[in-house]
């Protein structure tokens, strides 16, 4: 009786991070390569969001990341024009 406990406490798991995975990757429907310059840097990074709006801004705040130097610098690399811009729908 204690192995069939195991088994199915096993199944539930796998079917539990299964599901989590599968939640997670279907909601990332775009993705953005954006490039950067701030200050005397320049940076270029990809990210993937629900869509080409939210997934433009997370690739800009990640190049950003890297040629900021606090908060303030990070708004203003943030609010910055990129240099670049590709964004691509993912097929499902």
């Known amino acids: ?3 069939y406990r195991v088994v199915a406490v096993v199944v539930i798991g796998l079917a539990f991070i299964g599901y989590l995975l599968w939640s997670t990757l279907a909601a990332q429907a775009a993705e953005c390569h954006v490039c950067v310059a ?3 840097g320049r940076n ?4 993937s969001a629900a869509t080409n709006t939210a ?3 997370a690739a800009q705040s990640t190049a950003c990341g890297t040629l900021a130097h606090g ?4 708004i203003a690399c ?3 024009p990129a240099l670049s811009d590709e964004c691509k729908n993912k097929d499902r």
């Open 1 to 3: 009786m204690r192995t």
């Open 38 to 40: 701030f200050g005397t």
């Open 44 to 47: 270029c990074a990809t990210a």
């Open 55 to 57: 997934a433009r801004r």
């Open 71 to 74: 908060m303030n610098d990070a």
């Open 78 to 80: 943030e609010n910055r």
